[in-house]
């Protein structure tokens, strides 16, 4: 087979194998089909299916799909990241910054103080570290893996648990708005490289200036050309950021954090999220699984994710319940946001990708990584079903 016929054959399993696993196992209630597809992205990869069948993997899989996958991935991944920056709401996060910094800070820090704490367990043995990692950029990246809430599955989930056009749906996004800020910062700050810091300073002071003329000038634009300027704006910055060595998903990331929601409908940005979603991240799933990894044994990389998992999983929950002790908020509260903001899935292993792209984490770190963002998201709706039901007032509180 030629490699457009290759290309195919790997698109035609990416996108038929999750559904059918999501629709005959009837998953939603614990996996959604987001999740199936990133679980079926690592069973394609090299450490499961090519461990099992070598030779077919190879054969499916060669240098050119592996790249002509890549390309997808990629505009699938900056399309994807720029609208979860667009559709940040700082605005109302400092309306009410009092309530917002106090829950998204102690929501960010201690899961980033657990992490950092594994991340340094890890590091007493090798293999974990990339090899062009110092030791605080690996351990600040773990932590901040740890930290994550991925405002665009958080989206997806409080639409199936009917809350997220609620006051604490509204109250959610908005933590989870000012933690992305954080932790956005967080990874340009581990990716700074002294080398090319100057690179990085022109990239900044281009990109202020053009951000301000680009506001300029989308506000004069009809709605229908403002989608296209916007997404010359989305490569630019992009290209800027990965030529500076700040990686071009930062790039999309700000290209994004700049714009307004306002200047789009409402209803046309929901389509968009969900079209990205469902033609072109599958392949970006594909491509991520690919990069898996088990060289330190099965064991040891289930044992890492499983505590890094718990890392997360109690520093999200501490934050949230120290939080609600200082803003007194009801009981049951802070458990309940707590587990609605531990949604990792994609931003996350958005992060670790960058990660490993920039060689300060190992493969079979991203995997756990992988493994553990997984896990967390999975979890999510099943704590969180039996507190909506008992605790069905606290979605209509209004701040």
């Not at 064991?299 to 501490?318: D, P, R, T």
Request: hydrophobic content about 60%.
């Amino acid at each position: 087979m030629n490699t457009t016929e290759l290309f195919l054959v790997a698109l035609l399993v990416t996108f038929a194998l999750p559904y059918l696993i999501w629709r005959l196992g009837r998953t939603e209630y614990w996996a959604p089909l987001v999740v199936v597809q990133i679980v079926t992205g690592i069973l394609l990869g090299p450490g499961v299916l090519g461990a099992a069948f070598p030779e077919a993997h190879r054969a499916v899989f060669t240098p050119a799909v592996i790249q002509s996958l890549n390309g997808v991935a990629w505009w699938a991944v900056m399309l994807f990241v720029w609208i979860a920056g667009i559709e940040l709401d700082l605005r109302q996060a400092w309306r009410l910054r009092g309530d917002s910094l106090v829950t998204a800070g102690l929501a960010f820090t201690l899961p980033m103080a657990l992490g950092s704490l594994a991340a340094l367990v890890l590091l007493a043995w090798p293999g974990w570290a990339g090899p062009a990692a110092r030791d605080w950029q690996f351990v600040a990246g773990i932590g901040m893996a740890c930290s994550v809430t991925a405002l665009p599955i958080l989206i997806l989930l409080m639409e199936k648990l009917a809350i997220l056009r609620l006051p604490l749906g509204q109250r959610i996004l908005r933590y989870a708005s000012v933690d992305d800020i954080a932790i956005w910062g967080v990874l340009a700050l581990i990716l700074l490289d002294w080398q090319r810091v100057g690179r990085q300073l022109a990239f900044l002071a281009l990109f202020a200036l053009g951000a301000w003329l680009f506001r300029k000038l989308v506000q004069r634009l009809s709605e229908s050309d403002r989608w296209f300027v916007s997404l010359a704006w989305l490569a630019a910055v992009a290209l800027g950021a990965d030529w500076s060595g700040l990686h071009f998903m930062v790039g999309s990331f700000l290209a994004g954090a700049v714009m307004d929601s306002h200047w789009f409908d409402q209803r046309e940005m929901d389509l968009l999220r969900h079209h990205v979603l469902l033609v072109l991240m599958p392949v970006f799933f594909l491509s991520t699984g690919l990069r898996t990894a088990w060289e330190a044994g099965g064991v040891a990389v289930f044992a890492a994710a499983a505590w890094l998992l718990a890392a997360a999983v109690v520093g999200k929950l501490a934050g949230t319940h120290l939080a609600g002790r200082v803003l007194g908020w009801r009981r049951g509260e802070a458990r309940l946001i707590g587990w609605l903001l531990q949604t990792k899935a994609l931003i996350m292993i958005i992060f670790a990708n960058v990660l490993l792209d920039g060689q300060l984490i190992s493969s079979q770190t991203f995997t756990a990584l992988m493994l553990m963002a997984v896990a967390s998201t999975m979890l999510t709706v099943p704590m969180t079903t039996p507190l909506l039901q008992r605790l069905r007032e606290l979605t209509v509180r209004v701040d």
